[in-house]
């Protein structure tokens, strides 16, 4: 079946600091492939998707590179912020109207 | 853009007790709702898939009897905890997929805390 293996965290930065945050996964077919973010007591807000391969999805400065010969959708920031220290999870989608498979989740702390 | 309200944010009921969350689509139809549970620092782990109109379809664990969705209409979908227990504390949150708004929304997930 389809999965996501996300980064093990607690993940630790200081301001300014670029990120990373690795995603792999497992599919049959050709998902589509997501990143949502979590902050404390809210629900998951879509941070960026990406439908193809070679596809790059950006927003508020993440981005994150739809590769299919690796099989990769990793997070990236050039400068994270305080504001930033959230939960981030990747996902993938078979087809619409399928449930999302969410990777476990990396936490992100950026300190001042 | 495409938002679901979701409703209670927070509840405590007591160990034997029914609760109610409901999830709304405004301003989109969604033909798809999905119930997710998630533990404390953990992922989401799906409950059930449900179609306007018809039966939920649960994930293997999940029981039906316990977990009572219901789906009545495009823009609502409800999940009642049923005899609720201390172990069943948790958050939940739902969401809803439509081609018209390009995917999924969430809702902002629901605190349930039995006593």
């Known amino acids: 079946g389809n999965s996501v293996t996300q980064m093990e965290g607690p993940v630790t930065l200081s301001e300014e600091a670029f990120l990373t945050i690795n995603c792999t996964y497992t599919?049959?077919?050709?998902?589509?492939l997501f990143w949502y973010v979590q902050y404390p007591g809210e629900g998951l807000q879509l941070l960026l998707k990406?439908?193809?391969?070679?596809d790059k999805g950006s927003n508020k400065g993440f981005e994150a590179t739809y590769r299919k010969e690796t099989t990769s959708f990793h997070l990236e920031k050039g400068s994270v912020q305080v504001s930033d220290s959230a939960v981030y999870f990747c996902?993938?989608?078979?087809?619409?109207?399928?449930?999302?498979?969410f990777g476990k989740g990396t936490r992100l702390s950026v300190i001042a | 853009g495409a938002v679901v309200s979701q409703h209670p944010s927070r509840v405590i009921c007591k160990s034997g007790t029914s609760v109610k969350i409901e999830c709304r689509s405004l301003?989109?139809?969604?033909?798809?709702m999905f119930w997710y549970r998630q533990f404390p620092k953990q992922s989401l782990m799906l409950m059930a898939t449900?179609?306007?109109?018809?039966?939920?379809?649960?994930e293997q664990g999940v029981e039906k009897d316990k977990f009572l969705i219901n789906h009545a209409s495009l823009t609502l979908s409800t999940l009642t905890v049923t005899s609720a227990h201390p172990e069943d504390s948790s958050f939940y949150i739902c969401?809803?997929?439509?081609?018209?708004?390009?995917?999924?929304?969430f809702g902002s997930g629901t605190r349930l805390t039995v006593v």
């Open positions: 996902a993938l989608s078979d087809s619409g109207n399928t449930p999302l498979v």
């Open positions: 599919a049959t077919g050709y998902p589509s």
């Open positions: 969401s809803a997929y439509s081609t018209g708004v390009g995917g999924y929304t």
């Open positions: 449900s179609n306007e109109g018809s039966k939920a379809t649960y």
């Open positions: 301003d989109f139809q969604a033909t798809t």
């Open positions: 990406a439908t193809k391969a070679d």
